[in-house]
């Protein structure tokens, strides 16, 4: 069996983009948790994956490391990772690309932070057209492949590399447009209410994510439980 290892449920956008996959697609895993203790985990996190960085997915031996690198991987002994409509599956593979290297704003100045509601601070110019880009994209797979999910019917990657945003969006009060739709329809997934569950119960804490969140505006509500 694959094993995958995240970390922070409220913090590791990055890891959720694997896990979603998986869980949304029904492929089976064991889930491994490794929290972020320290601002920089590089050491600790050597011991799995040759980047010091999470996720890692483990399988016959071999390490695959990055959310994409999984996703390609898993592409490869899966079907529905990506769309079976030849037009779709190349919106699909470009936005995904478009994710997994650009929105550095957004990133930066809205960090994933599952459990809690922030009034921001005036965005900057940069986070200003990331938000615009978003709406963008949401609109034109809505659009084009007719929904619910940004490239058609069926839950694929491009839903999965941009569920941290969907997160995002609500933690941040964002206006998605009309890709509010597939926000709403994102945060009801089973898988992501799995994941917001396990957010809101974990009692890590770790102090250079808190205080980027800080950072970024007014916290106006914190359902952590922990």
């Not at 071999?62 to 529905?80: F, K, M």
Request: glycine share 8%; net charge negative; hydrophobic share 45%.
């Amino acid at each position: 069996m694959y094993v995958l290892i995240t970390a922070n449920r409220n913090y590791s956008s990055w890891s959720l983009r694997p896990w979603m996959l998986m869980k949304g697609l029904g492929i089976a895993f064991e889930d491994q948790i490794e929290p972020f203790t320290n601002p920089i985990n590089y050491d600790e996190f050597r011991s799995f994956s040759p980047t010091g960085q999470v996720p890692a997915l483990l399988d016959e031996g071999r390490t695959v490391y990055d959310s994409l690198g999984i996703t390609l991987y898993l592409a490869d002994r899966h079907e529905g990772v990506w769309p079976a409509d030849p037009d779709a599956r190349a919106w699909a593979q470009c936005a995904v690309a478009e994710m997994h290297s650009g929105f550095t704003a957004l990133r930066s100045d809205c960090t994933m932070n599952v459990g809690v509601r922030v009034t921001p601070k005036p965005p900057s110019g940069a986070l200003r057209l990331d938000v615009a880009r978003i709406r963008e994209l949401f609109a034109e797979g809505l659009s084009r492949f007719g929904g619910p999910y940004l490239a058609g019917a069926s839950f694929t990657a491009v839903d999965a590399f941009f569920a941290p945003v969907a997160f995002r969006i609500r933690t941040y009060g964002l206006e998605a447009g009309a890709g509010q739709a597939w926000v709403d329809h994102m945060l009801a997934h089973p898988a992501m209410l799995d994941w917001e569950q396990q957010a809101l119960a974990e009692s890590w804490r770790e102090e250079s994510h808190e205080a980027e969140l800080a950072a970024a505006g007014a916290i106006t509500a914190d359902y952590r439980t922990a």
